[in-house]
């Protein structure tokens, strides 16, 4: 088989078949300028690659562990200024921040130059002992099983668990309440805290636990708490349930 030059803009393919005879096709071949700035038109159905100016696809940083987690609402770590443009992106109304710092003075710039409003519940980050999970574990089911740990009270009494029970509590509200969406949740890693309250909402979903427990692993990784996992099996959601939902799961 052999390529015949015919024109500048297609050749020709002489093959022989097995009876000595032969065949030509004519092959159209893209010729390309390369001393012009033009790109070649785009072939038929060929969808065209959404435009972005230079430097842009660079500056589209996602906050750490970001995540949709629902029809307008999203959780991350906490975000910082190389992250402002793609929060932009998202169109947000609210954040809400779980920790219990004073918010930096550029992310409340932000806030207020993009109209989006800061709802804080600081719930103070807490980190067990290595090896006091266990005994996190045993003391909840000891006292679980007695029916002293109440986790309807306005906060958890178990010592090792700084997970309020109210800030969740009035979390959700806020995270319910369709006006406030677009929301992004976020705590300082968005493992734990953001973990506690996702899982806590996807109860009201009507999720499994095994299913709540496998997304908050998947975020929390190696560091995932028995004592979270505790506390979100524990959560009681009978207040909400006369509360409006429009989640895409609700129902299920």
Not at 29 to 41: E, G, I, L, M, Q
Not at 122 to 147: A, D, T, Y
Not at 177 to 203: A, S, W, Y
Not at 219 to 242: H, T
Request: glycine share 6%.
């Amino acid at each position: 088989m052999k390529l015949i030059e015919k024109t500048m803009n297609k050749s020709i393919k002489e093959e022989e078949k097995d009876d000595g005879s032969k065949i030509f096709q004519t092959i159209e071949v893209a010729k390309v300028d390369h001393r012009s700035n033009v790109s070649p038109p785009p072939s038929a159905g060929t969808t065209p690659l959404l435009e972005v100016s230079t430097g842009d696809e660079f500056s589209l940083l996602p906050p750490l562990n970001f995540a949709m987690v629902d029809n307008g609402i999203f959780r991350s770590g906490f975000p910082d200024s190389t992250n402002f443009s793609f929060l932009k992106t998202l169109g947000l109304r609210s954040i809400i921040s779980l920790c219990p710092e004073a918010y930096p003075e550029n992310n409340m710039q932000f806030l207020k130059s993009n109209g989006i409003k800061l709802f804080q519940f600081g719930i103070k980050g807490s980190k067990c002992l290595p090896g006091l999970e266990n005994e996190v574990w045993l003391h909840l089911r000891k006292h679980q099983k007695e029916g002293s740990y109440t986790n309807g009270n306005s906060k958890t009494t178990e010592p090792f668990v700084n997970i309020s029970d109210y800030k969740i509590r009035e979390a959700l509200k806020v995270l319910l309440d369709e006006k406030n969406h677009p929301l992004l949740i976020h705590c300082n890693r968005g493992k734990h805290r953001t973990g506690c309250l996702v899982g806590c909402m996807r109860k009201l979903q009507k999720w499994c636990l095994t299913s709540i427990f496998d997304e908050y692993k998947r975020f929390a990784a190696a560091k995932a708490r028995i004592s979270d996992q505790m506390f979100m099996e524990l959560f009681d959601v009978s207040s909400f349930k006369n509360t409006p939902m429009s989640f895409s799961c609700s129902s299920s």
